[in-house]
């Protein structure tokens, strides 16, 4: 759910316009009448470190906790978010983890920060632009840019969807972060959908709508190179329909969706090419909480009076048939247009609001998840206008149920809670495994779930057993473990030390498990990578593990200061931390001190960039370290100094002077983009690894020079003097050389 709109918008700044998609993004119509001339709220990449947005949490955290829950784990919860939106490859924005901050150092970068509130009973969270700045022309049209967003956790992890280690809280923040990233709620199954609709897991926390619509708000050029389009209108008694959710559904598969502009037109993109698919037309229903676009005034353009949900007819009016309903199919950079509707008002949504689910013994999971050895299953299904009113629930008259991808008939009985309906079935031969539509129709209505159900080759995995070893590793063992099975402390990932060996009765793999916390029990739970985990069928008695006593963590880092406009390498050691790769965090507390990438060197030292924007005010701000459950917090452990402006200054990424990408290797020439880099011709003097390199051309503002041939991979230290003054040290990572092309045998 999206937080308030803190300010109105000036539209007489526009200077150039978006093509008219209308997303559900949170947008302002430039006109009231056609073109509308959308644009978005979005975060402004130029104003971005590295197009990177950082999000900090409060170091004020919940005030109540489950058993064996833990601050630390929620954080690591936020951390998984962040990569989750970050590994978004046809997204032009970056999304990273910044630790935590205090309420008085923020920064005054773009950022997105969590926080932790008192929530209404049945909000599971709350996310969006908090703050917006007046709108600005960037490369691909006029746009408002998010100068803050938030993220709002409730404050008593005692709550739904908490303990933080479960699948519903983490699934919960990637949601809310959508949200502050520029993303409105969407109807088709995805991560924006609202939680009772919602099939994502930590084993796929975004879906093809998810990625579509980041990737439409932030493109990369290959975003609409790659996928395919649709476009088209819908109309009701010759009118538009505007905000009606128009979705391209595959037999198998993930939908994408889009809403439509006041005059019914819309288009939707992100279609994978050379898939068939049904594209069908439904109404808000009343829980959407979507946020109306503004005109031009300010003022919201609401949402048409309801419709009739329909599949695509071959005459455009629509059909409730999908037997009837062609596909559609698209190409890569193309958009198949002309997909339009012609359908009939309704008073009132009918059926909205339907949630699946299976049952692992009296555990209950939603969506609900099938096996394909199976032969006969039962789930139940839950939502408004399935059932009657009466006292005695019952299906609705005509009811019909129809689940996509071969499935037969399907008889709905009462189940004897409200709104809930039993679904017996037959699981045909052959299914293809992953998630089904389910489509419910009666003789007036009809309402699709996109991912109805999900379709799995076996069981969900269970853990039996958790043996210590005296190495430090431990060893699971379980059922219906795979080679992709991933084992969670917490929130956290265990490392693979062995991996699967055996078979669905018993297997067992080896982990490392993450750094831990002083008496910390965590709780273990194992993903299999067909979204289904161990607690389907170990809800209340999970298996744990015990970190035993350990002392309050403590780091030294050096250098403690930089200058406001610098980058500089930081060194971070500690005699009590075990630094694991990938699980560690430097934080500063402020959107203004960014740490670039952090390199693990050994279990007690790692080093980092840090970048400290021009605009950051002098002063002390919060260093904290988290390694796996293990963080060290300095409340003024970090100064930002007064900016010199005769320091050499090195600007991050360090790109390949050939290929113009973020690929350094042994032979291959760079490129330093900053300030002071030279101070006269000939004057700069660069060390790598200590040792001096052959600079090719330096100005004040660029030098080339050549990476020694037989430099290690890994991470390297450089060092910088323009001919009179040493640059603070930066670590430049040094990869292997690609593979030599067809084409290099031929170039003289």
Known sequence: MRGSRIK???????????????????IQYTNRSAPYNPITEKFDLNALPSKTVVFLVSDAGPAQFSPNDTFVSVLNQVRQATLAWNRVETSDLRVAFGGLHTADSKGTTPYGHVVFQDLA??????????????????PNGTFVPITRSIVRLNVDMTRR??????????????????????????????AMSTSVTRATSRAFPLDADDIAGISLLYPKPSFAAQTGSISGRVTSDGQGVHLASVVALPAVGSAVSSLTNPDGTYRIDGLTPGVSYWVYVHPLPPTANITSPLDPAGQPVDPSSPIETQFLAADHTGTKDISRSPTVSVAAGKVTAGVDFAVPHRDSVGIYDVTSFSYFGQNGVSPAYLSANGNLATIAVRGNGLTTNDSAPRPVSGLRVQIMGGFGAISARTYGEARTLALDLSIPPFVSTGPHPIVFSTSSDLYVLPAGIRVAQKQPPSISNVSPNSDGSVT??????????????????????????????????????????????????????????????????????????ADAPQVIVSPAAVPAG????????????????GQVTIGLGSSDVIVNRVWVLSPSRVIGNVTVS?????????????????????????????????????????????????????????????????????????????????????????????????TPTGPAILK??????????????IDSPPPPSSGDSKKS
């Open 720 to 733: 910088l003097n323009n001919g009179a003054v040493d640059g603070l040290p930066v670590v430049l990572q």
């Open 566 to 581: 610098a980058t500089a390498m930081v060194d971070v050691s500690s005699p009590n931390m075990r630094f694991a790769d």
């Open 614 to 710: 021009g605009a950051a005010a002098a002063g002390a701000v919060l260093l904290n370290v988290l390694s796996g459950f293990q963080l060290a917090a300095q409340p003024l452990g970090f100064q930002v100094l007064p900016a010199n402006s005769q320091l050499p200054n090195i600007y991050l990424p360090v790109l390949n002077a050939t290929t113009g990408q973020e690929s350094v290797y042994a032979g291959a020439v760079v490129s330093l983009f900053g300030q002071n880099l030279s101070v006269a011709p000939n004057s700069t003097v660069i060390l790598l690894r200590d040792q001096p390199v052959q600079i090719l051309y330096s100005s004040a503002t660029q030098v080339n020079f050549l990476v020694p041939a037989g």
């Open 121 to 138: 009973p049945g909000i599971l969270g709350l996310g969006g632009p908090e703050a917006v700045a007046d709108p600005v022309a960037g």
């Open 161 to 190: 969807p908490a303990p933080s280690y479960l699948e519903g809280f983490y699934t919960t923040v990637v949601h809310e972060m959508g949200h502050a990233l520029g993303l409105q709620h969407t109807f088709t199954s995805a």
């Open 8 to 26: 109105a918008l000036l539209f007489a700044f526009l200077l150039t316009i978006y093509p008219l998609r209308a997303y559900y993004h949170y």
């Open 476 to 549: 699971i063992v379980g059922s219906n473990f795979s080679s992709d099975t991933r084992v969670f402390f917490d929130s956290q990932p265990a490392a693979i030390q062995t991996p699967f060996t055996g078979n669905d009765q018993t297997g067992t793999v080896i982990v490392i498990p993450p750094p831990g916390a002083n008496g910390q029990h965590a709780t273990i739970t194992a993903f299999n990578p067909d979204g289904q985990n161990s607690m389907f069928v170990q809800p209340q008695s999970p298996p744990t593990y015990d970190y035993g006593p």
